[in-house]
């Protein structure tokens, strides 16, 4: 059950109506428990047990870390909770390429095995549930949060079916609170959770699978070299349409959980407005860089160990958070750029970051279209399937091919440079700004005529209902 169904508008709406009646709070609480496990369980329902033994483990590890406080004990509870989460996680996700890898090692030192197929099911949003439910479990052990006092409250912060599958990944510290008490929304915060989820779905259905997808899928399921023209407009609609992809699916989460009384973090901060790569991961996937600094990067020793050891630490950081995004060494390229970026900047700015000229106006300017296009070049990594994709789109970026055969029509080019120059211009008008004050600040006449518009498209797109690209993830 996809956010961009007919299925899911039905489902919402008939969550929102048992939400909305006058019942006890606990009796609430167990509609979106079960409404949750039965989200999940549209997709294939026999990996709802997974989503149960990751509650029930985490759920008994922080308790137990909570009363003893011998060191070693401590640590060897949360050892079976990680093992448990990441088991899971590296069975499902990571298995096949592990087994891949050993085989092509095998065959390096003339040893000719042949693995088993590796014919098993990636769970849809494992990467986010197991995430989430680690960062209760660590924040019990290193006393930074006590643990729930209700099973249910926890089951229904692992579960809670508006982000479950591809984030936002939520502390337990921001939503669990929340269950504690009766929370229904008040007519603002239906409103402008419609709203978002308006917008959200237009990203998704009208923006990425509508306007840009089927020109990524041109130049990169092109089997011979394109012309240059093509491979970078091929790029620049994949850095449109995984935003609008990724962003729409939280946009949509957060305004369905604000129809339902809850808050939730915003997951981007318009990223391709980004000066510098430290800054375009203070604003993309927001959930997953804080997530990764506090768990990984900052018990790795994050900067205090030196600027060596920093920078080995941003190094380890990116490419694990790029093996997070998926099993393959093209994932991996794509994290290892972005932490070469980030040690770079780090370097630059203690050579130069003194000068007065970086705050003028042209040159953050360019220094932002800088940081954009070299964040294209990492995000031909995270699209080519292959790394002989990778280096024929490249390759055709950098003027290497010059004979290639054009595969996008004179439609398809204007379209994907309109949308994409689009959401360049609003990423920079709303570097600085908050979008529900801008949206306050138009015309009531004005704002209903946008939502109507962005409704109406979503409605006649066709083609509008392929699944979020991380949900692979």
């Not at 209700?150 to 939503?175: C, E, Y």
Request: aromatic share 16%.
């Amino acid at each position: 059950m996809t956010f961009n169904s007919l299925t899911f508008l039905a489902f919402f709406a008939l969550v929102v109506a048992l939400h909305r009646l006058p019942l006890g709070w606990r009796t609430k609480k167990v509609n979106l428990l079960a409404a949750s496990y039965l989200f999940y369980a549209a997709w294939n329902p026999p990996f709802v047990i997974l989503l149960w033994l990751s509650t029930i483990i985490d759920w008994k590890a922080a308790q137990w870390l909570d009363l003893t406080e011998d060191r070693a004990r401590r640590r060897g509870i949360l050892l079976v909770s990680l093992c448990a989460n990441l088991g899971m996680l590296g069975y499902f996700k990571y298995g096949g390429f592990l087994l891949a890898n050993f085989a092509a090692l095998a065959a390096s030192v003339g040893i000719d095995y042949q693995p088993p197929t590796w014919d098993i099911v990636l769970p849809v949003g494992i990467s986010f549930y197991t995430f989430q439910t680690m960062s209760y479990t660590l924040d019990v052990y290193l006393r930074r949060a006590r643990p729930a006092t209700s099973f249910l409250d926890f089951a229904l912060f692992v579960t809670f079916f508006p982000q479950l599958v591809a984030g936002p990944i939520v502390r337990p510290t921001d939503l669990m609170p929340q269950f504690a008490a009766p929370r229904t929304a008040t007519g603002q915060q239906v409103r402008w959770g419609l709203m978002l989820m308006t917008i959200g779905l237009f990203e998704k259905i009208v923006l990425a699978d509508g306007l840009l997808a089927p020109v990524v899928d041109a130049v990169y399921g092109a089997a011979k070299p394109v012309p240059s023209l093509d491979a970078w407009l091929g790029t620049l609609a994949f850095s449109g349409q995984i935003f609008c992809d990724f962003a729409g699916y939280t946009t949509t989460a957060i305004g369905a959980s604000l129809v339902l009384g809850f808050s939730m973090i915003d997951n981007f901060r318009y990223p391709y407005a980004a000066i510098g790569f430290s800054d375009f991961w203070r604003r993309w996937h927001i959930s997953l860089s804080t997530w990764l600094r506090d768990y990984l990067y900052v018990p790795l020793g994050g900067n205090r160990k030196g600027p060596g050891r920093t920078h080995v630490n941003l190094m380890l950081t990116m490419l694990l958070g790029g093996l997070w995004h998926g099993a393959a060494w093209t994932f991996v390229a794509w994290g290892g750029l972005h932490g070469a970026y980030l040690v770079a900047e780090r370097l630059l700015r203690k050579w130069f970051g003194h000068l007065a000229v970086w705050q003028r106006w042209p040159v953050r300017v360019g220094l932002a279209l800088l940081t954009y296009a070299l964040v294209n070049v990492t995000w031909v990594f995270f699209r080519a399937r292959d790394f002989a994709t990778a280096r024929r789109v490249l390759g055709a970026m950098l003027g290497a091919a010059t004979d290639g055969a054009p595969v996008l029509s004179s439609w398809r080019i204007v379209g994907a440079a309109g949308t994409v120059g689009a959401i360049l211009l609003v990423h920079a008008y709303m570097r600085e700004r908050d979008l529900h004050t801008e949206v306050q600040r138009l015309p009531v006449l004005a704002a209903g005529a946008l939502w109507g518009v962005m409704a109406f498209l979503i409605a006649i797109t066709q083609g509008g209902s392929d699944a979020f690209i991380y949900f692979q993830f």
